[in-house]
């Protein structure tokens, strides 16, 4: 892996959070195009030729079984698949047409554009509610003054509907929140630095089902802003808050592929495959 430069640029103006996009605002919207991605770990091949579209200002769900990519396809999508040292892969990830993966593109670049939320929340325990959200500016080269930082955490956590609920608490360790609350405050702390893309490992499943509504909520909010692409083993979920779904499959210690996909109604009514008749029926997985 190359060596990053240092870059550093002045953020942009955080503005009030919306329920639906202008046309503007869906101008700077931006879709992903997956051609190709295979993927190791070591000689074991995990995925092959994966290829797939998640279009611009749309929530697209990965389904599948355990085991059969989906993370690991997930996190190719920003860069995270190559720092694991014996990872390896082919294929392009292309943001807005342009491939993240090519040689004149940093790192820092493609996290900045396509952030990440876990699947456990991982907020920085000791540091405060505040510090938490503003974190990603300082890692990704990102300068703010420190009205602009005041107003980037109130416009992130009422983006992510935290605010109301620690707007008297910022100061207080992100740790002391409930685990729904941590992981809302990981969701702002992904928007404040002004993503394209917004990336979701399964950001439910270690939650109760009131947290889990309002995170489904945060989506179905956020969408207008930012493309969302989610990760989930829960049918219902996926069928709530995504409009289109892919299906990943691996059996018989083959790599995982994309069996299926297309409009989530689709999927979940009529599906082409019996194989994703099955799945999303619950009839195996």
Not at 157 to 170: F, N, P, Q, S, Y
Not at 234 to 246: E, G, K, L, T, W
Not at 254 to 278: A, C, K, L, Y
Request: hydrophobic share 40%; proline share 5%; with cysteine.
């Amino acid at each position: 892996m190359s060596a990053v430069t240092d870059h550093t640029t002045t953020l942009p103006a955080a503005g009030p959070s919306t329920n639906g996009a202008s046309a503007s605002d869906r101008s700077t919207l931006a879709g992903l195009d997956a051609r190709s991605i295979s993927a190791w770990f070591g000689t074991h091949k995990v995925l092959d030729r994966v290829s797939l579209t998640m279009h611009a200002g749309e929530v697209t769900a990965l389904i599948g079984p355990s085991g059969c990519g989906k993370s690991t396809f997930l996190r190719i999508l920003n860069r995270m698949h190559e720092l694991i040292p014996s990872a390896s892969l082919a294929g392009e990830v292309l943001l807005d047409g342009q491939d993240i993966y090519a040689a004149n593109r940093r790192l820092t670049d493609a996290r900045r554009q396509i952030g990440m939320v876990f699947q456990k929340p991982n907020p920085f325990p000791a540091m405060s509610i505040y510090d938490n959200v503003v974190a990603g500016l300082k890692l990704t080269g990102l300068r703010a003054s420190r009205r602009e930082k005041d107003d980037l955490v109130e416009s992130c956590l009422t983006k992510a509907g935290l605010w109301k609920e620690v707007r008297d608490r910022i100061r207080q360790p992100g740790g002391a929140l409930s685990g729904g609350q941590q992981q809302r405050l990981c969701i702002a702390r992904s928007l404040a630095i002004k993503p394209r893309v917004l990336l979701m490992d399964e950001p439910c499943s270690a939650l109760d089902p009131t947290s889990t509504r309002r995170i489904e909520e945060t989506i179905a909010e956020l969408v207008s802003e930012v493309t969302i692409v989610i990760v989930t083993h829960n049918m219902q979920q996926a069928a709530r808050v995504s409009d289109r779904c892919a299906f990943f499959l691996a059996s018989h210690s083959t790599p995982g592929v994309i069996v299926e996909h297309g409009p989530t109604s689709v999927m979940f009514e009529n599906p082409q495959d019996e194989r994703t008749s099955d799945y999303v029926h619950g009839r195996f997985g």
